[in-house]
């Protein structure tokens, strides 16, 4: 078994202990040796990294953990590179919730215009790292997490060599419930999953190969999947207009005016909560008698954060030729998407890393249509990203669904990238 080098880019994340648990785990399928956790925190790095060592110990692993500042150091000859960062901290998200709100547009960390800002700050970054590991370790494999995620992963996989594959806990976490759906003594279950990186469907539960779905949508479907998405309750009409089960983050489609209202009556943004667990975890995780990630990390959003992402290390690492859902190119996996477009997809997963799985005779013209309008703000969003071109912006945001109106578009965009300016270096001189 291969001693192996784990690189944690952005490792003063709160979510980093969820990580560490998921390489405890599974410490007799990965031997780690070295552990790099690369941050530019240090303070914050600290403390989550003395957390992370003692729950090493506690369970009878002795990898090496270095804490560095230095990209270069952490990616060099890594095996695996783990991405979470957050360019601009939670006070950047908090500014994302909050401006678009004034013109009466979502503000959310990943979707509609406050994502869209997200990106323009993490894509260049992360177009930086990919560039240094191209050059270190070329034969690496990088599995990012930061958000929005498909839109760095159709930036990394269209833009650079890297070997890439973009991650997310809500689908792991939406097919584990969608097991609790089954009916008792059920031998066989399987699934069909279609979409993108926080935009996509369940469109058919099979249950020992009989499919189970849309008798489950008669009553009515309660969403409560992630820890920072409101509840709602989805009725018969619209489930029926749907023909799939959504993700949580589908609610802001489908009741945007809603949420929108929820977002500007709710006492705090999302982000302003997130500092006050952010806090309240840092005081835990410096208590020198803790060596285990505590409960109050779910509180964070993060369930089945390291089964997500470790299993998907253990399963290129020891060719197991698992399915998992990750963010790949398309490669004909969906007839009605471009080959290069990445979407999110039950993928094979091996040595050789992650192969989507054809689904055939999709005709759900509702899906698809909404897919192809927010891939084609997604390319924009990366040609913006990128280049620093404010035209590219805007027709982002003219073509995303939740947006659309130019006057709203150009005074949020113009509004953001000024709120923005220290973080894009892309757009300096350039409006």
Not at 46 to 66: C, D
Not at 161 to 183: D, F, H, Q, S, T
Not at 275 to 291: S, W
Not at 301 to 321: F, H, Q
Request: net charge negative; charged share 30%; proline share 3%.
């Amino acid at each position: 078994m291969k001693n192996l080098k784990i690189a944690v880019i952005g490792a003063g994340s709160t979510y980093t202990p969820e990580l560490m648990n998921g390489f405890i785990t599974r410490n007799k399928q990965l031997k780690v040796d070295s552990f790099y956790m690369m941050d530019i925190d240090k303070e914050k790095t600290e403390i989550v990294t003395g957390l992370g060592k003692r729950m090493l110990e506690a369970n009878g692993m002795n990898s090496r953990v270095i804490i560095t500042d230095n990209v270069e150091e952490a990616v060099e000859g890594a095996d695996y590179i783990l991405g979470q960062i957050r360019v601009g901290k939670l006070d950047a998200r908090i500014r994302d919730e909050k401006i678009p709100l004034k013109y009466d547009l979502l503000g959310q960390e990943t979707t509609g215009a406050g994502g869209f800002m997200k990106a323009l700050r993490t894509i260049p970054v992360m177009m930086d790292i990919a560039k240094k590991i191209e050059r270190l370790s070329p034969n690496a494999w990088f599995i990012n997490f930061s958000n929005p995620s498909g839109i760095i992963a159709e930036a990394l996989l269209n833009n650079t060599n890297v070997k890439m594959l973009g991650l997310c806990n809500a689908p792991i976490n939406m097919i584990k419930r969608a097991k609790e759906m089954l009916p008792e003594n059920v031998a066989k279950f399987d699934y069909d999953f279609v979409g993108l990186n926080h935009l996509f469907w369940l469109t058919a539960l099979y249950a020992d190969d009989k499919e189970i779905l849309q008798n489950l949508f008669l009553g009515g479907y309660k969403n409560n999947s992630l820890k920072n998405i409101p509840e709602v309750v989805y009725d018969e009409e619209l489930l029926k207009a749907i023909k799939g089960l959504p993700v949580s983050y589908l609610n802001y489609y489908y009741f945007k005016d809603k949420m929108i209202k929820k977002c500007k009556d709710a006492d705090m943004t999302r982000g302003e909560e997130c500092k006050v667990i952010e806090a309240e975890l840092l005081e835990l995780y410096k208590d020198t008698n803790l060596k285990e990630k505590p409960g109050v990390l779910d509180k964070r959003g993060g369930a089945l954060y390291s089964e997500a992402a470790v299993s998907v290390v253990d399963a290129i690492e020891n060719d197991r030729n698992e399915v998992h859902v990750v963010d790949v190119k398309n490669n004909g996996a969906l007839s009605f998407m471009d080959k290069d477009d990445v979407i999110e997809a039950k993928c094979v997963i091996n040595k050789n890393g992650a192969t989507p799985l054809k689904l055939n005779d999709f005709n759900n013209d509702h899906i698809i249509g909404l897919m192809q309008g927010v891939k084609a703000f997604e390319k924009l969003t990366v040609k913006a990203g990128i280049e620093g071109d404010y035209t590219a912006a805007l027709g982002a945001l003219l073509t995303h669904p939740l947006i659309g109106d130019y006057s709203k578009a150009k005074d949020v965009l113009d509004e953001m990238l000024e709120a923005n300016k220290e973080f894009l270096p892309q757009f300096f001189g350039r409006k």
